[in-house]
């Protein structure tokens, strides 16, 4: 039973450039939620999507936009990179349908390196 | 807004003693509260969780206590060993299935 996967490990963009990570939830989730991890911190939350959509959305700007596919799997997309978007982005997945409970398990990570 | 304050930021043990992380969170909402094991360069880890129906749980070395009324809650680890070395996090949910919102961590040393 595969775990939740991410791709790619470590990224390292330029300033100004576009960024797309890609998640694969755990098997048997429906949900997957985005996280931005900076260094020495707790991982702050971007957003959520179930069935397709954005159900949640923490404080982040536009420039971070996501997707969700038919098989759940889910990409992160970061435009007009800043310095600031240097960190370890985590994705995590659970299971919302029929479920009464909000165990959210993690990916291992992108590292993204903006210079 | 919804905030999660943890304490300490780092904590030194001798193999053997017992570690308290303590966490307490704003928004009242609050009903699920998890505690993540990340050890360098890895991914959280989930290791405990506890929902507001119940006040304290157990799981071999790890127990986790919740006081609503105040607000906060608390890991225990008894019989520490040098591999519980890592950064603990707490964090809150303040709804079915969503968002976690995290403490700053807590980097537990246990000394052999």
């Known amino acids: 039973d595969a775990g939740v996967t991410q791709s790619p490990t470590h990224l390292i963009k330029t300033r100004g450039q576009q960024v797309t990570l890609r998640c694969s939830p755990k098997?048997?989730?429906?949900?997957v939620s985005w996280y931005q991890q900076a260094l020495g911190q707790g991982p702050q939350f971007i957003f959520q999507?179930?069935?397709?959509?954005?159900?949640q959305r923490g404080n982040f700007p536009d420039r971070f936009s996501g997707h969700q596919f038919p098989n759940y799997s889910s990409e992160l997309n970061v435009n007009a990179l800043l310095l600031g978007d240097s960190a370890l982005y985590l994705c995590?997945?659970?299971?919302?349908?029929?479920?009464?409970?909000?165990?959210?398990?993690f990916g291992p990570g992108t590292r993204l390196t903006v210079l | 807004g919804e905030n999660v304050e943890q304490h300490p930021s780092t904590l030194s043990v001798q193999e053997g003693d017992s570690a308290v992380i303590k966490c307490t969170y704003s928004?009242?909402?609050?009903?699920?509260f998890p505690w993540y094991k990340q050890e360098l360069g890895k991914r959280p880890q989930l290791i405990i969780d506890?929902?507001?129906?119940?006040g304290e749980k157990k799981d071999q070395r790890i127990a986790v206590t919740l006081n609503k009324t105040a607000k906060h809650f608390s890991l225990h680890i008894t019989e520490t060993q040098p591999e519980d070395s890592a950064v603990y996090f707490c964090?809150?949910?303040?709804?079915?299935?969503?968002?976690?919102?995290f403490g700053q961590g807590t980097e537990l040393s246990v000394k052999p």
């Open positions: 995590a997945s659970s299971l919302l349908a029929g479920s009464s409970y909000n165990e959210q398990f």
């Open positions: 098997s048997g989730h429906d949900t």
């Open positions: 999507y179930y069935e397709e959509e954005e159900r």
């Open positions: 928004d009242s909402a609050s009903n699920y």
């Open positions: 506890i929902r507001s129906n119940v």
């Open positions: 964090a809150a949910s303040d709804s079915q299935g969503g968002k976690l919102i």
